[in-house]
């Protein structure tokens, strides 16, 4: 069973390092999100991609921050000169696009920033 | 647009009592919605989903949630609450050419 997978699972880097997260979805699935949780929060939309257009951005996706799908399959989340406030769990998730089950989101395991 | 609100941060029940999780939906499209449910370092895990077709919708662990358009809710319910199901729990919307996204998470806790 191919699921998404996320890599690393954990980083721990020193303030103002640079990092980058790799996601890969499942492989049928068009949409492809990223999500950012911190402790005891909910889910924080980042941005989405559908195939390899990034559609939409959220306002908590500084310019420290690029997402890019290049050819449709795997994500990269990138953060640059990272703060101490940039520490959570990153989150990736894919879904169909067509079709009633197009919200349904399948979830990687996360990897999990500290910035020390 | 569309929206998601979850009006309790905290539930705490008893072992064995019914539990009520509510959520609130706003969205200009006819939405999908679902509930996830997180335990403490782990996964998202999708408890049910609703997508058009019966409003009572059956999920995992007998939960089940009712889908009802005239008061925009989509509330999760069990019968009888196990220490199992202590977790987070957070309802989500989403409709065709807009983005998912989450409520802020009901926290469940299970008292012996």
């Known amino acids: 069973d191919t699921g998404v997978s996320q890599d690393p699972r954990h980083k721990i880097t020193k303030r103002g390092q640079n990092v980058t997260f790799r996601c890969d979805p499942i492989?049928?699935?068009?949409?492809l999100y990223w999500y950012r949780q911190t402790l005891g929060q909910g889910p924080e939309f980042l941005t989405y991609?559908?195939?390899?257009?990034?559609?939409?951005k959220s306002r908590l996706l500084s310019d420290r921050f690029s997402a890019e799908r290049p050819k449709g399959s795997f994500s990269t989340l990138e953060i640059q000169r990272t703060e101490q406030g940039d520490s959570a769990m990153y989150l990736c998730?894919?879904?169909?696009?067509?079709?009633?089950?197009?919200?349904?989101?399948?979830f990687g395991e996360g990897s999990r920033l500290t910035v020390l | 647009a569309q929206s998601v609100t979850q009006l309790d941060s905290h539930v705490s029940v008893s072992e064995g009592t019914p539990v009520l999780l509510r959520c609130n939906y706003s969205?200009?499209?006819?939405?999908?919605l679902f509930w996830y449910v997180q335990h403490p370092n782990k996964g998202l895990q999708l408890l049910l989903k609703?997508?058009?077709?019966?409003?009572l919708v059956k999920g995992i662990n007998g939960f089940e949630a009712e889908f009802k358009k005239s008061e925009t809710s989509f509330h999760l319910t069990k019968p009888s609450a196990h220490m199992s199901d202590a977790a987070e729990y957070f309802c989500?919307?989403?409709?065709?050419?807009?983005?998912?996204?989450f409520g802020a998470g009901t926290r469940l806790f299970v008292k012996a």
């Open positions: 998730a894919s879904s169909r696009l067509r079709d009633r089950d197009s919200g349904e989101l399948f």
């Open positions: 492989s049928e699935h068009n949409r």
């Open positions: 991609f559908q195939n390899e257009a990034q559609l939409e």
């Open positions: 969205s200009s499209y006819s939405p999908s």
């Open positions: 609703y997508t058009s077709a019966a409003t």
């Open positions: 989500v919307v989403s409709s065709t050419g807009f983005k998912t996204i």
